[in-house]
C-alpha cells in the first residue's frame, strides 16, 4: 500500500509520462480529493493548456493538459509557480481610496462612488476624451469588451489602449500592410512541418519555453532542419542554433533586404507566386515590378548590408542559401523586431522573404510572430482594444462598422468618435500635459513599463488615477487614488486568445481573493453609477458578454461564431475563423480549408493558391514592400558608445507582479544587472559583480555588471523586471509613426565603473 | 512537501549518460529512457522554490539535457508557506 507521498509521486510520474504518450501501469493510479479543470496557463502567449487541480477552496497542484496539442502536457518552469500567484500574501483584497497621501481601506460603494463622480465632473467639466483607459493583453476578452463599451461607446472617447501597443502593434501594422489583415496566415502545427526556423529577435528558449521545446523536437526527430538566429544577443536559444547573426541593435532593415538580393540573384525566387499573389510598392505606395524590385535591391548586396549592419557578407549569403535551399521555413519573432522605430518595416522586410519565395500559405512556412502576452491577440488586436479599432477588427474611423457596433451596444452611433484616440505614447503625454484628467488602468503596470518611464510619473501623480489590480503595491498603485482589488486567474471565466489565433476557455475554480471582484464585472457596476444603467443592465455573466462578442465576429475574417462556451468549455481552444459550431477551426488561411477562402467565388482562386481577403489587401493580393535601411532612432555616438537593449529573463515575468510574489523566484533571480561583453568590460575596466553607473539621456542606474559572452560587443542587455532598478527609466520612447510601439530595444547608452 | 513530475528533453546519444547522472542527484527518481528521447523523473523538494533548483541543476550541470518540463506540480506542504 502507498503512503500519500508515494501517491503523489506516482501520480506525478503518471502524468509526466502521459504528456509524452507513455503509459505506465494504470493500477499505480489511486483516487484523490483533487478536482480537476481544463484551463489556461496565464503567463505568455503561448497559450499552454494546464489542468488545476483544486482542494478545499484553494489551488493545491498543476498538470499539463496532455489533450492540448500545443503544450501535450508540458509547461515550463514558471508553472511551479502558478499558485504562489493566486494565494500570495501581496494580493489585493480590499478597495482602497488615498486619504492625506495614504492608501486607506474602503468598501465597493465608497470606492466605486467616487470614481463615478471624479469622471462625471471630468467629463462634464472638459468632455469625454479628458478621460482615458488603458488595459492588458493579459485581460480577458470579455473585460477589455465591457472597457471598449463604457469608454468608446458611451463615455464617447477613443482613449483606449492597451499594453500591447508596447510590444505586438508593428506587428499589426507588418501584417497588414503585408497580407492585409492582422494575425499568422498558419498556427503551431507548422512547427512539425517546416525545415528551418529563423528566429528574429527572439529568445525563445526563456521567453516561450514550451515553443523552443518543439523546436528541439523537430529537429530531434528531423536533424536536417536548421536554425539561423538573428540577434545581437546570445541566448540559451543559441544551444541548437546552426548559424547566428549578430546585427548591431536597430540595424537589420539593411540585412533582411540583402537575404532577399540573395534570395533574388541566386534564383530561389518564386516567380509565379510573386506574379499571381502580390503586389510590389515603394515607400510612397507606388506599383513596381519585379525588375524595379531587383534593382531597389541592388542598394543592399550583402557587402553593402555588412558595412551598415555588422554583420559579415558571408553570413549573410549562408543565412539566405539556407532559407532559400529549405524547402520550407518559418520565421518566429517577437519584440526584437517590433519594439523599433521602423518596426513596421522590419515586419515587411521579413515578411517579404516569404512573398518572394513563396514560403507562405503552404504546411511548414509561415512568418509568425510570438506574442508576449496570453491575451494580446484575442481580447486587444481581435477585441479592438485599441485607440483606433473596435471589436471584429473593426476601425473606428469607418462609418458604417461604428454604426455595427452602436447599435450592438445599444448606443446611439454617434457615441463613437470617427478619429482614433490617444494611443499610449500620446495617452501618458496626455496626463503629463493635463488634456487627460482621469484614467482607468486595469491589469497592467505603466508606471513601471512605459519607456522613459519616469517622465510619465509627473502625469500619474496630477491626474485622478484609478487602478484595478489583483496585487498590492505596483509602482502603478503608488500614484493610484483609487485601487480596485481584481479577481485573478482560477478566480474568474473568461476567454483568452493566444498567438495561433486559437480561442481558450478558463474557467472560474474558487472564489475571489478577499473583496476582489472579475475586472468586467467591476466596469459593468461603475458604468451604471455613471449613469448608464440601462446599457450595462444585462450583463450578468461571463457568457453574455461573450455572445455578445461573438456576434460582432460574424463574417468577418475572425469569426468565432462557432466558438460558444459550451463549445469552449469541452474542446482545447478553436482556432478562428470558425464560422459555425460544426467548424473545426482553420489551420491555414487564405487557402484550402479555410472556410471563407472557400466560400470565394471560382473566378477570384483562378490561378492562384492563396487569395489574401483580409480588410487591407486589394484584388486578394499581398504586397512585397520596398523599404529602405533606417538607422533607430537614437544611434551610439562618442557621448554614448553602446547600445543599450533590454528583455525577460526565465524565471521572471513583466513587472514581477506575479513572479514577484514567490520569494523563492526573487532568491533565484534577486536583482538586475547588466550583461557586458567581455571585449567591452575589458576596455572599460570592468569586472564580473563590479557596481556600474549606466546612462542614457533620460537618466541613469546603479547596477550590477554580469561580464559574460552574451551580447555582442558595443551592446549591453538588462531585464527589465526589478522596480529597484527599473531599467524602462533609461529607454527611448521614440516610437514607431506608423503602429506608434516604441523603441524599447535601442538606447544610445554610456557605462562607467563605480 | 512540493513534488513535481517532470520530462527530461535529452540529446540522442547522451540519453545513457544523462540517466546515469541524473542517478546520483538526491532527490530525483528516474522513471527510464522512452520515445523521442524523453527522460521522465520526479522531483522532491521542500518547497517549490528546491523545485526549481533541482530542475535548473538538472538543466545547467549534466551535459546533454535540452529541456526539463514540469508536466505534474504538487504545492501542498510547501515548507515556504508555514
Redesign the interface.
Known amino acids: 500500500m502507498q503512503n500519500r507521498?508515494e501517491f503523489?509521486?506516482t501520480?506525478?510520474?503518471?502524468?509526466?509520462?502521459?504528456?509524452?504518450?507513455?503509459q505506465?501501469p494504470s493500477k499505480l493510479m489511486a483516487s484523490t480529493d483533487t478536482n480537476w479543470h481544463k484551463s489556461v496557463c496565464r503567463y505568455c502567449g503561448v497559450g499552454c493548456g494546464v489542468m488545476i487541480?483544486e482542494?478545499g477552496g484553494k489551488?493545491?497542484?498543476?498538470?499539463?493538459d496532455?489533450q492540448n496539442t500545443i503544450n501535450n502536457?508540458?509547461?515550463?518552469?514558471k508553472?511551479?509557480?502558478l499558485?504562489?500567484a493566486v494565494h500570495s500574501k501581496t494580493r489585493l483584497l480590499h478597495p482602497m481610496i488615498r486619504k492625506n497621501g495614504k492608501l486607506v481601506e474602503t468598501d465597493w460603494e465608497e470606492a466605486l462612488d467616487l470614481v463615478a463622480k471624479k469622471f462625471n465632473e471630468i467629463r462634464k467639466a472638459h468632455g469625454g476624451d479628458a478621460l482615458a483607459f488603458y488595459g492588458s493583453g493579459q485581460a480577458e476578452t470579455e473585460e477589455t469588451y465591457m472597457a471598449n463599451k463604457l469608454f468608446k461607446g458611451c463615455i464617447g472617447t477613443n482613449n483606449l489602449e492597451g499594453n500591447p501597443r508596447l510590444c505586438m502593434a508593428s506587428a499589426v501594422g507588418g501584417y497588414l500592410s503585408s497580407i492585409g489583415a492582422d494575425e499568422p496566415v498558419g498556427t503551431y502545427e507548422d512547427f512539425e512541418k517546416t525545415d528551418l526556423f529563423m528566429l528574429v529577435g527572439s529568445n525563445t528558449a526563456e521567453a516561450h519555453?514550451?515553443l523552443?521545446?518543439r523546436i528541439?523536437?523537430r529537429k530531434?526527430?528531423n536533424p536536417s532542419t536548421k536554425i539561423v538566429i538573428i540577434d545581437p544577443r546570445k541566448t540559451p536559444t543559441d544551444?541548437?542554433a546552426d548559424l547566428h547573426l549578430f546585427p548591431k541593435p536597430g540595424y537589420d532593415l539593411a540585412l533582411f533586404n540583402a537575404i532577399a538580393y540573395v534570395l533574388v540573384n541566386e534564383g530561389f525566387i518564386d516567380e509565379s507566386f510573386i506574379k499571381a499573389h502580390t503586389f510590389i510598392k515603394d515607400n510612397e505606395g507606388q506599383a513596381h515590378d519585379l525588375t524595379s524590385y531587383k534593382e531597389f535591391l541592388n542598394d543592399y548586396t550583402p557587402e553593402k548590408a555588412a558595412a551598415i549592419s555588422g554583420v559579415p557578407a558571408a553570413d549573410i549569403v549562408k543565412a539566405a542559401k539556407i532559407f532559400g535551399n529549405s524547402k520550407t521555413a518559418m520565421t518566429l519573432w517577437t519584440m526584437g523586431l517590433n519594439q523599433r522605430k521602423r518596426g513596421v518595416w522590419a515586419n515587411n522586410l521579413v515578411i517579404n522573404l516569404h512573398l518572394i519565395t513563396g514560403k507562405i500559405g503552404v504546411p511548414g512556412s509561415d512568418a509568425f510572430s510570438l506574442t508576449g502576452q496570453p491575451n494580446a491577440c484575442g481580447g486587444v488586436r481581435e477585441g479592438g482594444g485599441l485607440c483606433h479599432i473596435l471589436p471584429g477588427h473593426r476601425l473606428v474611423a469607418n462609418e458604417a462598422h461604428r454604426k455595427q457596433v452602436a447599435e450592438v451596444w445599444g448606443v446611439p452611433a454617434g457615441n463613437i468618435q470617427p478619429k482614433p484616440g490617444k494611443h499610449t505614447i500620446a495617452m501618458f503625454q496626455g496626463l503629463n500635459d493635463g488634456d487627460i484628467k482621469g484614467i482607468y488602468i486595469m491589469c497592467t503596470n505603466p508606471a513601471h513599463s512605459l519607456p522613459n518611464a519616469a517622465k510619465y510619473w509627473k502625469g500619474l501623480k496630477e491626474q485622478f488615477v484609478v487602478v484595478a489590480e489583483s496585487f498590492l503595491p505596483t509602482m502603478t498603485t503608488e500614484y493610484a487614488d483609487v485601487v480596485l482589488p481584481a479577481a485573478f486567474w482560477t478566480e474568474k471565466e473568461g476567454v483568452y486568445g493566444c498567438t495561433e489565433r486559437r480561442s481558450q476557455y478558463m474557467p472560474g475554480v474558487i472564489e475571489p481573493s478577499g473583496e476582489a471582484k472579475w475586472d468586467a464585472f467591476i466596469l459593468r457596476d461603475l458604468a451604471k453609477k455613471m449613469g448608464f444603467e440601462k446599457e450595462f443592465a444585462k450583463y450578468e455573466t461571463a457568457e453574455i458578454i461573450w455572445d455578445e462578442y461573438r456576434g460582432l465576429t460574424k463574417g468577418k475574417d475572425m469569426d468565432l461564431m462557432g466558438a460558444t462556451y459550451n463549445r469552449l468549455k469541452k474542446v482545447r481552444g478553436l482556432i478562428w475563423p470558425v464560422p459555425t459550431e460544426e467548424h473545426p477551426g482553420t489551420y491555414k488561411r487564405f487557402t484550402d480549408g479555410d472556410p471563407i477562402y472557400d466560400a470565394l467565388p471560382a473566378e477570384k482562386k483562378k490561378n492562384r493558391r492563396m487569395y489574401f481577403y483580409g480588410p487591407k489587401a486589394k484584388d486578394g493580393k499581398a504586397t512585397i514592400w520596398m523599404r529602405p535601411h533606417a538607422d533607430p532612432g537614437e544611434p551610439t555616438d562618442a557621448e554614448y558608445p553602446i547600445a543599450l537593449t533590454t528583455g525577460r529573463i526565465l524565471?521572471h515575468w513583466h513587472t514581477l507582479t506575479m513572479t514577484g510574489t514567490?520569494?523563492?523566484?526573487n532568491?533565484?533571480a534577486p536583482k538586475a544587472y547588466v550583461e557586458i561583453n567581455p571585449v567591452d568590460a575589458n576596455k572599460m575596466g570592468i569586472k564580473n559583480k563590479d557596481q556600474v553607473k549606466m546612462e542614457t539621456r533620460r537618466g541613469s542606474l546603479n547596477i550590477e555588471a554580469r561580464v559574460i559572452d552574451r551580447p555582442a560587443p558595443g551592446t549591453v542587455f538588462v531585464p527589465f523586471h526589478w522596480k529597484e532598478t527599473p531599467i524602462n527609466v533609461l529607454c527611448s520612447d521614440i516610437f514607431d509613426p506608423g503602429s506608434k510601439e516604441p523603441e524599447y530595444k535601442v538606447a544610445a547608452a554610456r557605462i562607467t565603473k563605480i | 512537501?512540493?513534488?513535481?513530475?517532470?520530462?527530461i528533453?535529452v540529446?540522442?546519444q547522451k540519453t545513457n549518460k544523462v540517466l546515469a547522472e541524473l542517478k546520483n542527484y538526491d532527490r530525483v527518481?528516474t522513471?527510464g529512457i522512452?520515445?523521442?528521447?524523453?527522460i521522465?523523473?520526479?522531483l522532491?523538494a521542500n518547497?517549490?522554490?528546491?523545485?526549481?533548483?533541482i530542475?535548473?541543476k538538472i538543466l545547467d550541470e549534466i551535459d546533454g539535457v535540452?529541456?526539463?518540463?514540469?508536466?505534474?506540480?504538487?504545492?501542498?506542504d510547501d515548507d515556504?508557506e508555514k
Open positions: 507521498r503523489i509521486k501520480s506525478a510520474a503518471i502524468a509526466a509520462a502521459a504528456s509524452i504518450g507513455v505506465f487541480g482542494s489551488i493545491t497542484a498543476i498538470k499539463g496532455n502536457g508540458h509547461l515550463c518552469v508553472a511551479f509557480y499558485p504562489k519555453p514550451i523552443f521545446e528541439m523536437r530531434n526527430s544551444q541548437i524565471e514567490a520569494p523563492q523566484l532568491r533565484a | 512537501m512540493p513534488i513535481s513530475g517532470v520530462t528533453l540529446e540522442e527518481t522513471y522512452h520515445k523521442n528521447n524523453y521522465v523523473a520526479v522532491e518547497t517549490v522554490n528546491e523545485l526549481e533548483v530542475s535548473n535540452l529541456g526539463v518540463y514540469p508536466a505534474y506540480v504538487n504545492y501542498q515556504s
